[in-house]
């Protein structure tokens, strides 16, 4: 790897010692990331101002010192599914691929506060994923097998430990879906997801990277010739921009900017919904995850409780949410949770995600030369956002795929190779 | 909760129906190769705009029946032929 | 000191039903009618609640279900709306938020640092060093605001309820009121819904002709035929279909009740709610909303204060000043907007002392009520898509009319300004358009007038900087620092302050914090846009929405012979059914040596009638079905297209035409589906009959070498013998006299067995008189547990065990039924290229070499690493194993990668607690009589 270049000095250091400075001196702010004109040529062209774009420019900048780099999102950074996931990191996958790719986030993340000089707030709660049945008990031994083998913090726990680390869980073997146990993942947790997005943003444009907002990829040039297709920049909403690189990092229309450049991918778009209710007094450390009942609760420093749930019934792009999402997830919560009654559900919302058949994302290149992809990612983009973006650039920077991603390539599904993460991932939360 | 039009049962709510999803034909299994094989398997148009489905009315007629659904609206028509296609 | 004021004209109290209620723990009293709020405003309390961020005191600013200063803890009930909630006898009500004591608060430290606790501030601190992270987390979460959740439940009562009203008018204000009435008098059936306790919004609070002109319109609802009022309630949403959520909180005996309503047309008469005015000192207690002020005087007779200071810019600020001096108050100032005054800032710490003029000037005082525009409640209306429009000479949004589907229409104050009458007639036609989209009757459209629209000052932030969220305690200096530092959109400002993501959503302060972005920007207010209104409109308990708990499970027949008998409960799926009767391997001798029982009940069971049945058959099975003889019965595998194991199981055929599949219990609805999805939509030419059987039958597998002895006892019409009746046969016949019985001679134990299948009224009687009739041969029942150690023994697969999501039918061991001589059959061509391609991973016996030690399911088989530093590869796992009881030692199924798959290889199983251990791979799949001989007897 080569060294890393010194970010310049813009942006300002962030430290309590600086917050006091301003606090007592009232000057001008320096701003987290800056506006700068769209240039008609860039090296690198990102689409998609989520953390798997912004992440990869990052890496980009810092890891290769490769600047030339614009991220160009439709609304503004975060606004899609890096904004709306439910901002729950772990690594207790069930393929060793799996693990090792996420292994490799959460060890991204635990330092990235640090990295990006940007408080993320990673809160490693730890990670319950409750069993009901002893199907599901064995998928949960198997995942704690493979996670051990692959060097992370897992355990299946029984329901006395269970109701130690979550005291308002009703573990009673009087219930309709009694809890035979549970994977325990101590590394788990939870972030300030929007934090990551502006430390990110920050951290790639101080290194030079462009990041440009409202502005919307409407086509994609592709040259043909006989050995092959390249990739020769992108249209926009505010014009053409030329690049030998451009990097499709969008959740929920993966497969229109994708088609873009003439590469159809295996991927189905579902809406995913996720609520909160208002704040109550902290009462639940760790993260709980039920796949039996389809449902996922943690709570917020700020108190909030966050409820998540597997993809809606039928593909889409709606983002109105539905009645029937929070009827069914309040009755799930309420199975485990029953003294939660008279919380109060405050706001639900809706993101999109990009399914595969196998549930695991689809990453590196395409048949169009120099048009990558780092998409296909579900219910769980998030929580690899910073080995995406870390992969990715060595992608890009080095020209080949690096081996953490090679099971990912979209030729698996021609080639009938699908991985095996489905029974892990279905509510993997 | 949007209505799915069942040219058996009328229009009832979408929670009464399974989602089976795009139609799309089943190649010839004698002629067809690995690569259009799994395009039928894993492919998807995934379009974002009207689109032919088909639902399986569970908690009705237990017909499966196809619809043209807008993707983004949800808005829903009836397609002209039914039961045809998967 | 009582701030009660004496009896007004249009109070809610019952004034000869007076009680009490604690206060943090002292009595307060109380008139029927009074919210907690009114009832301790009269009480002359002034600090309800301490702000989020600073710790300030905070009093009444709304007086209104969206009061954010007097959110309290009643009970066992966090967060409730104190300005809402009427108070009840005896109810305990405590502050929240407030450690140690509500007046005197330490975290009011804050406040000192407040300077420092600027927008983002927590994004910038803490940052290093790393361990200590966790510790200031913990620091943090104790300030978290919100009440208190209980540990056990309370048990309340939720409930829920359909309407189907052809109109469901939101908000019963005098909009509201005459749009039902309108829509009623057209024939419509109308639901009107309302958030206050009473009819009448506005007028409620309002002089004497309002007054009058409530009664007028209460009689003719009350009267009118069509109308159904829910009072206390809201609506909370307006989802695709115009499926509209309603919380109710009026049932007696129920907690919360949700209505979801099928409208064929919903009218948003929400009404407008007042905005709060932004500069320095706008939350300290003693500065009220004018609405506040007149709803406390008139609907609960409180005396808001002793001398007020008014800022008004609208005929509702005026109102307020005549209804302060008609209940004592001393007008201290007036500043009219219209005429260019304004307030620079209010002054006090815990309650307001003076408000600073332009002038300089410092007017004392305890009241400042400002009166300085409204927010368009415009959340039903954007749920239906559409995007209000800023009208900059009214100073507020009004809705798109033309981004309104068909069956939304927008009445009263949302809609535009006018007289009573106006606003009226405006309703009238609204309510009998609607009924027209719903009903379809009338003759076209209904004309609605055009509302006019009022000029009004346009009043956000004043000269100084203030509180712009108050359940987040973010200022206004926090909304320009984020813009400074680049977070420029309103949705990106929302995020780093949080500013709208409290308790009001957004509904107090959303239009003032667009507005201060839009300063910062140097965009116009339109240009900067809105934040997204997500339901529900006001938050709900997940009591409510959650309802009364329909988890249903389903129960064989034999169900009260089981809990007699002391069976332990398992929980498969939508089925509870025994585990074991206390000793499963006891269970399991008894069928390997004399006769046991076991309730198969939830085995899924498909009748085939028709001509083409073995066209299904071949199609959806992997193996051959052309040649299946009356009477007999075959074992078969469903792959799925992809190759996967689908399910499994026996079907036979019971007659000319007719056949009776059998599925696993977890595949039962599958399966049907699937073989109707392949019937309807790719062979619809064929005449197949499809019919679900799997609860018309109570099934039971009598099962053991003395299994054939006890049948005979019982069974009329049937030939039991062996030659006559053979293995992997089919009889129908009378048990246990009992017409109509299916026997299948199949033996998934491995032992001679007989499952039977009894018309589902008569299973507990078959199963009780078999119990009786075998009890001289050693009959016992075994339960699920018992049946997977047999199996097992024997070697045969459980799908979705022994198979996971990716296993194609070659690594399922299933090669001798795969037949892909066959022109077609599900899942063909990816079995052939599986077998093709040779390197797939197989499923093989495997038995530990220390047979004492039973590797639990899922352990990993592993290539130990030659290299210490290295981490072992996966070659492998463990799918199934258990203790043998007859063996009398551990016994595995394994998936392995195909060079380990020869039997006799010796593999390496790492066990949970990180051993290895050393298991070979056997001859075969089962472990006990491989050759199948106990079968066949």
Known sequence: MPTRPRPRRYPARYSAFSLLRHGLAGDHLVPAWRDRELKNSYDVVIIGGGVHGLATAYYLAANHGITDVAVLDKGYVGSGGSGRNTAILRSNYLTPEGVRFYDRSVRLYERLAADLNYNVMFSQRGHLTLAHNDSSLRTMRWRAEVNKLEGVDSEVVGPAEIKKLVPYLDVSAAVRYPILGALYHPPGGIIRHDAVVWGYARGASGYGVHIHQNTEVTGIDVAGGPNGRRVRGVRTDRGDIAASTVINCTAGWSTLVAEMAGVRLPIQTFPLQAAVTEPVRPFLDAVVVSGSLHVYVSQTDRGELVFGASVDPFAGYSMRGSLEFVEGLAGHVLELMPSLAKVRLLRQWAGLCDMTPDFSPIMGRTPVDGFLVDVGWGTYGFKAGPVSGEAMADCVATGRTPDIIAPFGVERFAEGRLLGEKGAAAVGH | ?86 | MSMRLGPQPGEVLDRTRPFTFTWNGREVPAYQGDTIASALAAAGVRVFSRSLKYHRPRGLLTASFHDPGCIVQVDDEPNVRGAHRLARPGMRVRSQNTWPSLNFDVKAINQLAGRFLSAGFYYKTFIRPRWLWPTYERVLRRFANGGEVPPEAAGDYYDKRYAHPEVLVAGGGPAGMAAALAAADAGASVLLVEEEHQLGGHLCWGDEADLAALRGLSERVAAAPGIEVLCDSAVLGRYEGNWIAVVQRTVPGVAERLVKVRAGTLVVASGLIERPYVFAGNDIPGVMLSTAVRRLINLYAVKPGERAVVLTGNGDGDAAVADLKRAGVTVAHIADARLGDDIVRAHGRGRLRSVELPDGRRVDCDLLVTATGWTAPAALLTMAGDRPVYDPRAARYFPDPARLPEDVLAAGGIAGDGSLDELLAHADAVGAEAARRATGAGDGPVPIPTLPVDAHPALFRGRTHGIVDFCEDVSSTDLVQAVEEGYRSVELVKRYTTVTMGPTQGKLEAVNAVAIVAEATGRSIGETGTTTWRPPYVPVTLGALAGRVFEPVRYSPMQPWHEAHGATPLVAGAWIRPDHYGDPHAEARTVRGDVGIIDVTPIGKLDLRGPDVPKLLNLLYVNKWSKLDVGRVRYGVMCADDGVVLDDGVTGHLGPDHYLMSTTSSGAATVWEWVENWLQTQHPDWQVHVTPLTTAYASMNVAGPRSRELLERVTEGVDLAGEAFPYMNVRTGRVCGVDDCVLWRIGFTGELSYELHIPAAYGLHVWETLMERGHDLGIAPFGVEAQRILRLEKGHLIVGQDTDGLTRGFSAGLDWAIKLDKDDFVGKPELAWQQEAGEYPRLVGLQPLDGSVVPEEACQIVDPPRRADRRPRIVGRVTSSRMSPILGRSICLAQVDAHLAAPGTQVTVRLPDGRHIPARVTDHLAHFDPTGDRLRV
């Open chain 2, 1 to 86: 909760m949007i209505l799915l039009p069942c040219p058996w049962c009328g229009p009832r709510n979408v929670a009464e129906f399974g989602y089976v999803g795009e139609a799309g034909p089943r190649p010839d299994p004698a002629s067809a190769g690995p690569e259009e094989w799994r395009g039928y398997l894993y492919g998807r148009a995934n379009p974002c705009g009207w689109v032919a489905e088909s639902w399986y009315h569970r908690m009705g007629c237990r017909r499966y029946i196809s619809v043209e659904r807008h993707t983004l609206s949800n808005e829903v028509r009836p397609l002209a032929t039914e039961g045809a296609g998967r």
